[in-house]
């Protein structure tokens, strides 16, 4: 199957600096999302980006579907934006009609 | 609009027991996703159901199964309980498609003692 792979697995930042987080994918896909995983343990969507770059407020995402990656931005980072990361990415074709996820980045942000 | 929603949040069970679990999708997703996650295996793919029908079935036994109503309400039964199965267990609603946008609920967290 599809593999994902996430990195950096683990990241410390002081609040006010800026990351990348990074996820490759092994194959074609039609379907990229990025998640937040709260405390709570609820995913909450960021992104659906299968190609191009979107921005919503301090986070941007680019996935560039032909070389098979897809980065996170975040900028001046908060104490809330701590959590894990997650990319999740859909085969483009075959029967597996699932999401694929990483393993995550634990980012955490220091005050 | 209302979110994904799913209950009970949490279920403390024994083993041998069952267990059921329900999930409200977006109004007007058709598409319902489960998903367990574990710390040792991650996030892993169980079913997804579409007009009341199951379209794609992860690598689980037997013991893991599930339904979808006709208003796209799915529940998922696991039989048997076994301490591995303790998780989070996580519903995703999408239109028509996992190729949509997919939006999870808050989870259900099992524990079997």
């Known amino acids: 199957g599809i593999q994902v792979e996430q990195s950096p697995p683990d990241l410390i930042l002081q609040e006010g600096a800026n990351s990348t987080l990074r996820c490759n994918f092994s194959?074609?896909?039609?379907?990229l999302q990025w998640f937040h995983q709260n405390p709570w343990g609820q995913l909450i969507n960021l992104f659906y980006?299968?190609?191009g770059t979107k921005q919503n407020g301090r986070l941007s995402a680019t996935t560039v579907a032909t070389e098979r990656y897809s980065l996170l931005y975040i900028s001046s980072s908060q104490t809330t934006d701590s959590g894990v990361y997650f990319c999740?990415?859909?085969?483009?074709?075959?029967?597996?009609?699932?999401?694929?996820f990483g393993s995550g980045t634990q980012l955490t942000v220091l005050p | 609009k209302a979110g994904v929603t799913q209950t009970p949040r949490y279920l403390i069970k024994t083993r041998g027991q069952q267990v059921t679990l329900s999930c409200s999708p977006i109004s007007g997703h058709r598409s319902v996703s489960w998903y367990q996650q574990t710390p040792g295996q991650g996030l892993q793919f169980l079913f997804e159901y579409f007009s009341e029908t199951q379209r794609n079935k992860g690598n689980f036994p037997g013991r893991f199964s599930g339904r979808q109503f006709s208003n796209s309400r799915s529940e998922m039964n696991v039989s048997t309980l076994e301490l591995g199965d303790s998780a989070l267990y996580l519903c995703?609603?999408?239109?028509?498609?996992?190729?949509?946008?997919?939006?999870f609920g808050p989870g259900t967290r099992l524990t079997v003692l």
């Open positions: 980006i299968p190609s």
């Open positions: 194959d074609s896909v039609n379907n």
């Open positions: 995703a609603s999408s239109w028509t498609s996992p190729g949509n946008e997919q939006f």
């Open positions: 999740a990415v859909l085969l483009a074709q075959g029967s597996a009609r699932q999401l694929t």
